[in-house]
């Protein structure tokens, strides 16, 4: 009966996934032919008196390979977000929709059109997230691009779904190689309009082996993933950085990411003689990790090291979680970041929750600039080809509240600094947490 | 169609069904018994860490058998499996953590441990019962007599409605109980050093089934329950109440959800509004497991799914070396349902139905 349940449950999802997609594909076809259905009688888009009606319309335009958005007089320019707004990872995106808001505040208009944040889809932290929410997304022709994913595994389906509908997409916290490339070589989930302007997990799994090798001194580590893009991506790469710097890792193995008893795993790490166990995954398991490794003979004294995904305002305050490290994205050291902050407080009275706002601000921002850029403009309306937004982006140069961010072929954005951070009893919260910093790496110390 | 041919067929059907249950079987124990000797033999975890794996699996399956109670007494009862029991499970363990949040802030929970633990498992029982006596009401009594179909659907529509119901009310966030500083740590049992919240995880379910069991065996009440579950309507002509002795059932069912839900939380000290289905569902299996409708089939089959679940993955899939294997002890799990059902389709213990009812 339990599978029953799933599968109807499954079948009812395909079945609107399908209706999605057809939609979706159909409208992408149409796009420039239903922008004009729509703007090409007078009266309709403006208010009778206020402006003059405009008679340009989409079919003045010359839209590239990929057709190209029309935005008559009056009209907005559509953007969406697809972050982890519910649940345990909650945080991961709210922090980014939030800084989403403030760049779309501080940005204003687009050559006198309003932008608006037409979606604000949830990507759930999961693969079915993130292919739902950009179906939605892209059955939408206006939308241009999409800030998301929070989770590497909701970005691999997304990514695939808004490129193929010849949308763009740009994370603010995807880190896994996957998504762009591994040593110069692109990856299984790569494609063409998808950029991110978080570091890429190389350079983060680098780090941490070099954090735990050479600064804490230890060379028994075993690793733990859930099976999802991110957290496989990062403890691959920390393997390989770990044994090439001559440390040993006595056991990678994996959990399921709902599983809440830990202890047999746990039991197997203190059998493989473990001194610091990483686990790059998400919460709630992470929270049982961390809680049930003291309890498991032999891991008394065992250390314990999460990543990014885990380095929230939810996570850092459990009280299993004090004297664990954590790798991350560098607090940035950047003037514009304290202005961000300081915003950031004023709007949503409190400080930032989680370590990847500034990057879906920069993400917002480059999304802007480049929509900017090859807006062509005539009288009130403006036309926007999809193929000269994907080549602006290839060619971004910002200097953004992250750093320096110039994208490479494959989509890759960041100008990664890694940091350390360690969580004690006297860092009540993240931004304390993000300020005790132990280490910082940038990919030329790693030999990247 | 004659007798004769009709015997024929089922006796060749039947040949087939036994050849491919042995087939099975024998797959499976050979299977089974390689990877265990190989992974005991090759001396990976010591006595210690097996020994503390069965100790894991026990107290988790102290806690199925537990919720499995009410899915077993109300199939037992009313021949429909009541997804939203998992929900019923969630509850007691949400509004538990309010009380003990607030028991944390009035720094009443480190300084009165055992009192503390007693007012959560209070509130978190009668939070239980309520939602199950309210949801039997609600849900299920309207759709008395309708085909079995029928409140097995609306079960699931309940369980969705407890659960968006929750996240309306108390947000999706996880929401972590405070530590207590008194149950960390081991106590020595029998020499062995157990954790002190398994031994009050093991120790209440021990105690709260036994209670059930003199219950349903030596009360009035207990005697009325069985009798429903018999034949409903012989009970209502020997003036038995079956309506208020249904709701008895739920009530029972929930009470032992919510203890259930306090216990669970002592181990996993963390709940949101999707706590309960995965509990729930392997309740359900435990359940199918021991026998449904059969309580001491619940217990016993709650028990082994918990032991399944912790030994079974180091114990098989480690003797043959399979990566990351612990992330397959759902599959662990799920196979030692099919091969139990292969060879006992009713369960280890079998239903225990007096008859088939329509």
Known sequence: MTMRRHKYLIAVLLALALVATACAEGDAETTTTAATGTTAAPGTTAAPGTTEPSDVTADDFEAGDLGGIFIGPGEAVKIATLQAISGANASLGTDQVRAVKLALEDKGTINGHEIRLAFEEDDLCRSE?????SQRIVSDPDVVGVIGTSCSGAGVPA???VTEANRVMISGSNTSPVLTEAGGVAGPAWNEGYYRTAHNDAVQGAAAAKFVFEELGLTKVATINDGDPYTQGLTTAFEVNFEALGGEIVLSTAVGADDSDMRPVLTEVAAAGAELIFFPIFQPAGDFVAGQAKEVSGLEDVELMGADGLLSDTYVVLAQTKGMYFSGPAVPPTAAYQDMIAAYEDRFGEAPIQAFHAHAYDAAMILFAAIEKVAQVNGDAMFIDLRDVRDALYATDYQGLTGHVVCNEFGDCADPIIQIFQNTDDTPDIAAVRANRLAEYVPADLGQ | MTTATVGKKRASRLNFTNLFRWVVGSVAVVVIFY???KSVASGRLSWAQWRDLMVFGVAQGSVYALIAMGYTMVYGVLRFINFAHGEVFMSGAMIGYFVADALNRAGIWNEQPVVSLLIVLLVSMTTATSIAVILERVAYRPLRGAPRLIPLITSIGAS???????RGLFGAGTKAYPPMAAIQGKWIIFGIPILKSQVIVIGSAIVVMAGLYLFVEKTKTGRSMRAVAEDPETAALMGINV????????????????VAGALWTLVFPTVNFFSGFLPGIKAFTAAVLGGIGNIFGAMLGGVSLGMFESVGPSLVLGGYEVP???QLKDVVAFSA???VL????TGILGERLAQERG
């Not at chain 2, 969705?160 to 929750?166: D, I, M, N, S």
């Not at chain 2, 309506?243 to 929930?254: C, H, N």
């Open chain 1, 129 to 133: 997230g993130g292919t739902i929410g």
């Open chain 1, 159 to 161: 990514s695939k779904i």
């Open chain 2, 35 to 37: 990877g265990s000797i």
């Open chain 2, 160 to 166: 969705f409605t407890l659960q968006y119901l929750f």
């Open chain 2, 243 to 258: 309506d208020g002795t249904i709701v008895k059932v739920f009530a029972v069912g929930g009470a032992m959800a919510g």
């Open chain 2, 324 to 326: 990351a294997f612990n």
């Open chain 2, 337 to 339: 349902l099919v091969l």
């Open chain 2, 342 to 345: 292969i060879f006992r389709p």
